[in-house]
């Protein structure tokens, strides 16, 4: 491949995991909202019902593929992209958000590493942008900045190593496979895991807290209108999402793609003052200089 058409891979990718965040940021704003009338696996499972709802639906007039090439590659990527979203939200039973994510983000560490076993020169650029990338976010995420840190910290980064493992797995196991075929894998993954979820929760019946404190230990309930809404807006917003995201990691090399997804966390920091008001530090602006460098650069470096 020459080195424009590299650049040209390279930007369209951009482009996808842009669209990707955007989606994605937006709709995960209203997951507050769900986790005050809902449980985390009940949501999980819904969301997937009615995303792979719509997809059978719209198969047709859209001419959707959705029947896997290779059938274990695909289930392997959808398992290893679903555990790492799991043990991201299972984290947030534990620990806030800003020590979840912060270890979530810590992917594109872990897609250099993984590219490396499939022959990929990763260069000083790359490495550049990743560990600058990764800096911005734990400026803008501030880790440890509400508890103390300890063992349980390092549970998230099991959810980044999963979610790499994904990543790079979509472009060197399913490159031949389509990105209708891909999200419904991962939907299927995450809705057999609400299942699995909401059987243990009914043998074991924990305690479950008032509001966003009980979402992870909250069996089944009856889904009222707001449940319903919200989790039809996820299915929405994340099935587009995640197709986006699929496309980016297909027409590029992982290690290219992954620096950009660091943009996802100021893109959800602005819907968050958008949509709540809520405002940022100055830690968090100049972190976020330093995400939107991380991915100039490596536009530039590919072009």
């Known amino acids: 491949m020459s080195m424009t058409q590299a650049g040209n891979r390279t930007m369209a990718a ?24 809902g449980g985390l696996w009940q949501f999980q499972l819904m969301r997937s019902l009615m995303a792979a709802a719509m ?37 947030l039973g534990f620990l806030s958000v800003a020590q979840a994510s912060a270890g979530l983000f810590a992917a594109p560490i872990f897609v250099l590493l993984l590219a490396r076993f499939y022959g990929h020169r990763i260069g000083m650029a790359r490495l550049l942008a ?40 979509t472009r060197e196991w399913c490159a031949q496979e389509s990105a209708a075929t891909l999200t419904l894998g991962f ?22 807290p008032e509001g966003a404190a009980g979402f992870l230990t909250r069996g089944w309930l009856w889904p009222g209108p707001a449940f319903l809404g ?17 496309t980016g990691y297909q027409i590029a090399e992982a290690s290219r793609v992954t620096i950009f997804e660091y943009v996802l966390l100021p893109v959800v920091a602005g819907w968050s003052y958008l949509l709540w008001q809520e405002p940022l530090s100055l830690s968090a602006a100049i972190g976020i200089v330093l995400i939107i460098g991380a991915g100039a650069l490596m536009v530039l470096r590919s072009r």
């Open 230 to 246: 919200w989790t039809l807006l996820q299915a929405v917003g994340s099935m587009l999402a995640i197709a986006l995201l699929v």
């Open 187 to 208: 939907f299927i993954v995450l809705g057999l895991a609400g299942v699995l979820g909401l059987a243990v929760l009914a043998i074991l019946a924990p305690p479950v």
């Open 130 to 169: 990743a560990l600058v990338g990764f800096v911005g976010v734990l400026m803008v995420l501030q880790p440890g900045a509400q508890s103390d840190l300890d063992w349980r910290s390092l549970v998230p980064l099991a959810a980044g190593a999963f979610y790499a493992l994904g990543n790079v797995a």
């Open 14 to 37: 951009a482009l996808c995991i842009l669209g990707y965040a955007v989606l994605i940021g937006f709709v995960d704003n209203f997951v507050r909202e769900i986790a005050l009338i």
């Open 55 to 91: 997809m059978g639906l719209l198969a047709l007039p859209l001419a959707l593929r959705l029947r896997p090439v290779n059938f274990r590659a695909v289930a392997a990527r959808s398992l290893a992209h679903g555990t790492g979203i799991l043990i991201y939200f299972g984290s």
